[in-house]
């Protein structure tokens, strides 16, 4: 089975400018795992609740009706008398959602982890708390990206900022160890699953990009799509 994050997740990547400012990102990645679920199918109820259009993908990743904060990835039941909207190559259709039944948030360390820490782990447990909020038992999936690459160079418009290695600017292998455990740390307690998505890409031409372990990678991404698959199938 190829998994569709994983190859959403390397084209952010590969052979291209990596724009981490770029609010879309997350988005792109998360929708790609309510695909994998369904070719699963290890779900029942998923399967049929997909098939049906029951529940689907809101894009807008919001509840009709209530204010919050958007998480990267919101799949729901559709709110009533709204037809759903296929998308071009996707088999969960889009739609309103009126509950919340999986929660994606995802976030990529690719330069300066320290400097981005309180900041990612707050929007982190921010997310996951609304995930929880109002009495939903939404399945919380947590997807952090960690750079491990030697060096990797950082854009703000034309302008190119590389590691150096030095304090301020170390380069990703120097701080991905650390930041991976702090971030465990902290999130871990507050979703259901939480993935780390452990890659190598410095950013410049030609863009190369690698997984640290590709077959590791696959193996825990399988694991977690399994898991809430099942967890899927207790609570809804």
């Known amino acids: 089975m190829t998994y569709r994050l994983l190859d959403k997740f390397q084209d952010l990547f590969d052979g291209k400018i ?27 109820k998923y399967v049929a609740n997909v098939d049906s259009a029951r529940s689907v993908v809101n894009l807008g990743n919001v509840r009709v009706g209530i204010k919050e904060r958007r998480g990267d990835g919101a799949f729901g039941e559709i709110v009533p008398n709204i037809k759903p909207v296929p998308g ?6 889009r739609a309103p959602i009126a509950t919340l039944e999986i929660g994606i948030e995802v ?7 320290n400097k981005q820490m309180d900041r990612v782990e707050g929007d982190l447990e921010k997310q ?15 997807i952090v990206g960690v750079n491990r690459a030697a060096y990797t160079v950082g854009y703000e418009g034309d302008r190119e900022f590389p590691t150096t290695g030095k304090a301020g600017f170390l380069h990703p292998i120097q701080e991905a160890e650390a930041t991976e455990k702090h971030v465990r740390a902290v999130i871990e307690p507050l979703y259901d699953e939480v993935l780390f998505l452990r890659y190598k890409a410095t950013n410049d031409a030609p863009y190369p990009f ?20 099942q967890q899927y199938q207790k609570r809804f």
């Open 210 to 229: 690698a997984w640290e372990d590709k077959k590791d990678t696959e193996m825990r991404y399988g694991a977690l799509l399994a898991r809430v698959s």
């Open 107 to 113: 976030k990529i360390f690719s330069k300066a982890m």
């Open 88 to 93: 071009l190559g996707y088999v969960v259709k």
């Open 18 to 44: 990596y724009r981490h400012r770029a609010s879309t990102n997350g988005d792109w990645v998360a929708v790609e795992l309510f695909e994998d679920l369904r070719t699963l199918a290890r779900s029942t």
């Open 128 to 142: 996951a708390r609304l995930f929880k909020s109002r009495g939903s038992d939404a399945i919380r999936v947590a």
